[in-house]
């Protein structure tokens, strides 16, 4: 099978595109037909490396993907074969407590594919079966791919970990980013309003019409100043931020008292200064969060397929234009989510 294969860690020309052995299944695994990949800022790390962690090269990426039941392994025997899917991205070892509690996100073993394992972003791919999320008849597979990593670590954010309500004024970063923009819809679900941040006006616009009541160009104007204006003198409840260090510190002198911090990531910096007075003048919280449970994104997929939540396709590419996809994501002009087709016959 055709496969995208990252052997070292560098620049866009490390992403092959080579004739690999088609994977069989084992124990409670399926093997599914993929159609539909979509791209995450975290198979970009699998293509540069991040220093301290070590990937298990070479690796297949691709942790968002959608296709057909190609093939069971023992013990998957009832998934029926050409049932449409999606795969939950991230799994644990199945027999720890964390597990057994459905917060496979927590367990010492948890995985990603496209990550930890081989992904998507080749013809076939082996998951595990209880990783399949079907997807209704009529349903655009491309759609299916696009939400998974994205709006599952988004909800695990505002839902679980801030326990968004109705009312809460919230302010997200990076409007135009896949965790973003799934952050917006999820907090308008819940009532929240939503005030974001970009760094063009045609991004900020985009974010109002994704559901933010108001936004601000970063390049342009002092955002602290705007989102002060909008909150008022009480301040935001919920920050969302995955930039780090050039919003983070900032946003702790925003918040309300009993307000907090998320952060799923750290994108201009992890090493920062923070001030610590506010956190216990105000009684705030800094919560860190990364992906989900399963039984979180299978609410999510519900969402999803009911059209409550509707994820945004920024850009459609061939599987053999996958350093070109990369390169978009680099630019940062996406809005949304980049998707990569696999195979044009499978919808």
């Not at 392994?73 to 509690?101: D, N």
């Amino acid at each position: 099978m055709r496969a995208v294969r990252v052997h070292a860690h560098g620049d866009f020309e490390v992403l092959q595109l080579d004739q690999i052995a088609t994977p069989e299944p084992g124990p409670g695994e399926v093997r599914v037909r993929v159609a539909w990949s979509a791209l995450n800022h975290l198979d970009t790390w699998v293509r540069r490396g991040v220093e301290g962690h070590k990937f298990p090269l070479p690796i297949t990426p691709g942790c968002d993907f959608s296709g057909v039941v190609d093939a069971t392994g023992p013990g998957a025997e009832a998934t029926p074969l050409g049932q449409r899917v999606t795969v939950a991205p991230g799994f644990g070892c199945g027999h720890c407590r964390r597990c057994g509690s459905g917060q496979q996100n927590l367990c010492a073993r948890y995985g990603i594919y496209g990550e930890t394992t081989d992904g998507g972003n080749a013809e076939f791919a082996v998951v595990r079966a209880e990783n399949l999320i079907p997807v209704p008849e009529g349903f655009p597979l491309e759609v299916a791919a696009a939400f998974p990593l994205t709006y599952l670590t988004a909800w695990h954010m505002v839902v679980t970990r801030c326990g968004v309500q109705a009312g809460d004024r919230i302010l997200i970063h990076a409007a135009g980013s896949g965790v973003s923009a799934a952050a917006t819809q999820i907090a308008r679900l819940h009532g929240a309003r939503v005030f974001v941040t970009a760094g063009s006006d045609d991004k900020v616009q985009r974010g109002i019409e994704n559901g933010a009541e108001a936004g601000v160009n970063y390049r342009e104007q002092d955002w602290t100043k705007a989102v002060k204006a909008w909150a008022g003198r009480d301040g935001v409840d919920i920050i969302v931020d995955h930039v780090g260090r050039d919003t983070l510190p900032k946003g702790v002198w925003l918040l309300a008292r009993g307000g907090r911090i998320v952060t799923c990531g750290v994108t201009s910096g992890a090493e920062m200064e923070l001030h610590f007075a506010p956190l216990f003048f105000k009684t705030l919280s800094i919560l860190g969060s990364t992906m989900g449970g399963l039984g979180e994104v299978k609410r999510i997929a519900d969402l999803v397929f009911s059209g409550a939540l509707q994820p945004i396709i920024d850009r459609r590419y061939p599987l053999d234009q996958i350093a070109d996809a990369h390169r978009r994501m680099s630019d940062r002009q996406v809005f949304g989510k980049i998707v990569v087709q696999v195979d044009p016959s499978l919808t």
